[in-house]
């Protein structure tokens, strides 16, 4: 009779309550219409707002993987493509307008089984229309977050993974906290193989599992043996897509970018071995710039209305201890982990990207999001008019997002589609270098069934016809050099647009020049969506890069005349794109070529501009720090090199940079320190300095 009741306070209850349980108030064929018409709507949506056809990202290989069923970049996504294929059947026409359609259509049917669950969970007493409020405004709050919506108008993978997530999230729920199904643990474990061969990093949806084992008491009971025997050939077969990619590859398909002959190649491809770009991962450094960041797109992605009650949601679930605080927790636990791991897999500017690593994330949270909206349901349950509070604020929030959202005007990438068909000479022989350039090139060849004859070139083999190389440069300056200086073999070659031509094939070169002052200049886009104009800029900055190497092979008004191009290139990227990580890169290459014609001023003003959009580039803080020297201020000398210093720990030069530094500034203990450390680390003594240092005693050689 004196037991404590479990909602009494010092009492951890043995399983967490749920919303709702099992009864006979479970979403009826009224609420699947319900959610059928705001799922057709989010439909629309998506159509109203998508891009027209061929667009920047991934999308051109995806399309050209789906349309040869070949095998793109690793680690493969077959799923996908032969989704795409299937697409492509029951529309035909344009290939790359099919695959946005599905695309699309797999976001709507995400969004709308996301309100289907958030509805299973309101089932059990609560009242019609509290249960649509509920249902709709956080399918609709998630279906219109601005990650979702901008992934779900081009050609991405993204939303049919997160389908995949939504429906194993939706079955595991269903057994976890009503049905105790088997059916419906098997099919979770099946979705959720389906979602890892879309993507690895969402074998991280186990933390969910392992905290309701830990913290769910009627959960963990219910488990045994039998059914881990039940959930892994269930999760085995969700991989069979997998399969897909050796036999493609055994028969050598248009599109095969990665020969799969072995299972040691298999699992290099799915490892994505290679795949990463060449520069360094971002790094320790960067660790709390990526936790900033992943906490800024979560607040993006949920938007005023959504913080507030996934606030309200929140204080419910640890004030009450429902089952939404397993969700919460999992989620926190998930954002942490991308947040520190993705900077040792990703570079800096590949960070800028890292929105779409936190889709999982937002999933993961929407019951706790239904949770706060049930809260502030409670509260205002006799004003008739309730759902007006939520709808109204969520309708104002999309009317103002519609405009950076709308791809359907967008036409950048479809230009520059037309200038490569137009430009390019038939039969000639191609070397991608950059995505924006690879994309376009296998969408023309594979996509639109390579209507110029064209051909790719594998420099390792060497070109069969030097005249009709054609190579995009890459944007970032040292790797650019070393490359322009290994095709000086091949054949003379001359930079022209984004692309680097055979010297004797000048009319191309011409009409690339020309079309891209034509069409792509700022001020002639007005101002496109935010991935255009950060793809944009990495053309232009790689036609500066292709104008700044004829400006050091050449002399006289022939050299001036690549300076001012060089100039304008990378003045038209650090304009398209001022808000990424990558607008440090282009600032950094303007600032590099103006300091190599003495314009300082300048160039410390672009170099300052580099190290704001991302503090970790090493270039431009060297170029500032060699000036401030130049100039003789030497206090920001010391400021700049000391950054260095912590950026580039195992730079001999740099530290012998500083220890003669702090000897100008007589602080000789400090001198000695950086100095052996310099030594240490390999580089040269420097005697006037050691000397110094090291009056009457014995030298480090020594």
């Known amino acids: 009779m004196n037991a404590k009741k479990p909602h009494q306070s010092g ?53 050209a993987a789906a349309r040869t069923l070949g095998i793109g970049h690793p680690y493969g996504h077959p799923l996908f493509w032969l989704a795409g294929r299937v697409g492509m059947v029951l529309a035909p026409g344009d290939p790359a307008a099919a695959m946005t359609r599905l695309v699309s259509f797999c976001a709507a049917l995400g969004a709308a089984a996301a309100g289907y669950w958030i509805m299973r969970r309101q089932a059990g007493g609560t009242v019609r229309q509290n249960r649509w409020i509920t249902a709709g405004f956080v399918m609709l709050l998630y279906a219109t977050a601005p990650t979702v919506w901008s992934q779900a108008t081009y050609v991405e993978v993204y939303h049919v993974q997160a389908l995949m997530m939504i429906l ?39 933390l969910l599992p392992l905290l309701m084992i830990l913290m769910d008491g009627s959960f963990r009971r219910r488990l045994s043996w039998r059914l881990l025997i039940i959930f892994l050939p269930a999760f085995i077969a969700g991989l069979t897509p997998w399969i897909y990619l050796p036999l493609r590859s055994g028969v050598n398909p248009p599109l095969l970018v990665f020969s799969l002959k072995d299972i040691s190649s298999c699992m290099n491809y799915l490892a994505r071995s290679g795949y990463h770009s060449q520069m360094e991962t971002a790094g320790t450094m960067a660790v709390v710039l990526s936790l900033k960041k992943a906490a800024m797109i979560l607040l993006r992605d949920l938007r005023w209305p959504g913080c507030l009650v996934a606030g309200a949601g929140i204080w419910r679930a640890v004030r009450h201890r429902r089952q939404s605080l397993i969700y919460l927790l999992s989620g926190g636990f998930l954002l942490l982990l991308f947040a520190l791991s993705l900077p040792f897999q990703l570079s800096m500017e590949q960070l800028d990207e890292m929105d779409v690593y936190l889709i999982p994330v937002l999933l993961i949270l929407l019951p706790v999001t239904g949770e706060g909206t049930g809260f502030f349901l409670e509260k205002i349950s006799r004003f008739r008019f309730r759902a007006l509070l939520f709808f109204l604020p969520l309708a104002a929030v999309i009317g103002w997002s519609w405009r950076a959202m709308d791809r359907s005007g967008d036409r950048t990438a479809v230009l520059f589609y037309n200038m490569f068909v137009r430009t390019i000479p038939d039969r000639a022989v191609l070397y991608c270098r950059s ?126 005349e690549a300076f001012r191009q060089a100039c304008f290139c990378f003045e038209q990227a650090c304009h398209m794109d001022d808000f990424s990580y990558s607008a440090g890169l282009h600032a950094a290459n303007f600032a590099q070529i103006l300091a190599s014609e003495g314009h300082r001023r300048d160039a410390r003003q672009w170099a300052d501009r580099a190290v704001k959009h991302n503090p970790l580039l090493v270039e431009p803080r060297l170029l500032l720090y060699r000036m401030a020297m130049q100039e003789r201020r030497y206090r920001d000398a010391f400021l700049h090199l000391r950054k260095l210093v912590r950026l580039v720990p195992d730079n001999g030069t740099v530290c012998m940079d500083l220890a003669l530094l702090y000897s100008m500034m007589n602080d000789q203990e400090a001198s000695r320190k950086w100095y052996l450390e310099g030594r240490r680390l390999g580089e040269a003594p420097r005697v006037d300095l050691e000397k110094k240092l090291f009056q009457g005693e014995n030298t480090p050689d020594s």
């Open 168 to 206: 194993a999230l939706l079955c595991l729920d269903e057994y976890a906290a009503r049905s105790g199904s088997v059916r419906m643990l098997m099919l979770s474990a099946y979705f959720w193989g389906l979602a890892v061969t879309l993507g690895m990093y969402a074998l991280l949806l186990a």
């Open 11 to 63: 009492h951890v209850p043995d399983s967490l309550p749920v919303h709702g349980r099992r009864g006979t108030d479970l979403p009826d064929g009224a609420d699947r219409v319900f959610l059928a018409v705001l799922g057709a709507g989010v439909y629309l949506l998506y159509e109203l707002t998508g891009a027209p056809g061929f667009y920047w990202g991934d999308g051109g290989e995806f399309i």
């Open 435 to 560: 995505d924006e350039t690879k994309y376009t090139v296998y969408y023309a060849m594979y996509g639109r069934g390579n209507p110029n004859h064209l051909g790719l070139l594998d420099l390792n083999e060497g070109p069969a016809d030097p005249d009709s190389l054609i190579l995009h440069p890459r944007m970032f300056l040292e790797g650019s050099l070393a490359l322009f200086r290994s095709l000086d073999s091949i054949g003379a070659t001359v930079m022209a647009g984004p692309f680097v031509t055979s010297l004797r094939n000048r009319p191309a070169a011409a009409s690339i020049q020309k079309y891209m002052a034509d069409h792509f200049q700022y001020g002639e886009l007005g101002k496109p969506v935010r991935m255009s104009r950060f793809r944009l800029a990495r053309i232009w900055s790689g036609m500066g890069m292709s104008w700044f190497q004829r400006y050091l092979r050449l002399d006289g008004q022939a050299r001036e």
